[in-house]
């Protein structure tokens, strides 16, 4: 079945950096664009960057830009987000999506990885 | 970027009550309307999509509808598992932006 496995959050202070992994298993990894949401305690979910099945496609929400960047190698099956600049209102669980190819909805979450930004 | 916007942001009910959630887009986004269901500490979990179409295994009692810049998400009969937060997600255009959330809490 499908599975989506994120890791790589902690706590950072301000500033610092962190790298986000999403491992996938099931499907076909290469054939799917993939994306990253996040959720900040007790708020709703917003969306941080997409990347298409080839990397050619990349956006980032606004939020992010210049700070983040998304990657994947298809012949691991991973998708990655490295997040530099971090800052406190970066706290949030992070979660990886796969994104259907018709309709573009997400049937597939990774179960969530909690980054802290804290001094 | 399409807002999407969903009314109300919480509502109480009891088991067994008829529930209704709506959507609305900022711009058209004909039939590309998505509802998830999350609850505290999981990730969200995808309802309908085309907004109305079941997602595998959702319960019957869930329907969807609209289009345009219009939908809502119908809850027939509320469960005790139906207790949760739901997110609409429009799939028109990138970025696939989401509403805020309605939760949906016991009377």
């Known amino acids: 079945q499908v599975q989506l496995v994120e890791s790589g959050g902690g706590l950072v202070k301000p500033g610092g950096s962190l790298r986000l992994s999403c491992v996938a298993s099931?499907?076909?990894?290469?054939?799917?664009?993939m994306s990253w949401f996040r959720q900040a305690p007790g708020k709703g979910l917003e969306w941080v960057s997409y990347?298409?099945?080839?990397?050619?496609?990349?956006n980032y929400a606004d939020s992010v830009k210049g700070r983040f960047t998304v990657s994947r190698d298809n012949a691991e099956n991973s998708l990655h987000l490295q997040m530099n600049s971090l800052r406190a209102e970066d706290t949030a669980v992070y979660y990886c999506?796969?994104?259907?190819?018709?309709?573009?909805?997400?049937?597939?979450w990774g179960q969530g990885t909690l980054v802290t930004v804290s001094s | 970027d399409i807002q999407m916007t969903q009314s109300p942001s919480s509502l109480s009910a009891a088991v067994g009550d008829r529930v209704s959630i709506t959507c609305r887009a900022s711009?058209?986004?004909?039939?590309?309307l998505n509802w998830y269901q999350q609850k505290p500490g999981k990730a969200p979990k995808l309802l309908i999509y085309a907004a109305s179409t079941f997602q595998t295994g959702v319960p019957s009692r869930f329907s969807g509808s609209g289009s345009g810049t219009d939908f809502t998400l119908t809850i027939s009969s509320l469960q005790p598992e139906d207790f949760a937060t739901y997110y609409c997600q429009q799939g028109y255009s990138p970025p696939e932006t989401f509403g805020q959330g309605t939760k949906v809490e016991l009377k």
């Open positions: 711009q058209s986004i004909g039939s590309y």
């Open positions: 999506a796969r994104r259907s190819s018709a309709w573009n909805y997400f049937g597939s």
């Open positions: 990347i298409s099945s080839s990397s050619s496609y990349i």
């Open positions: 099931g499907f076909s990894f290469s054939d799917y664009y």
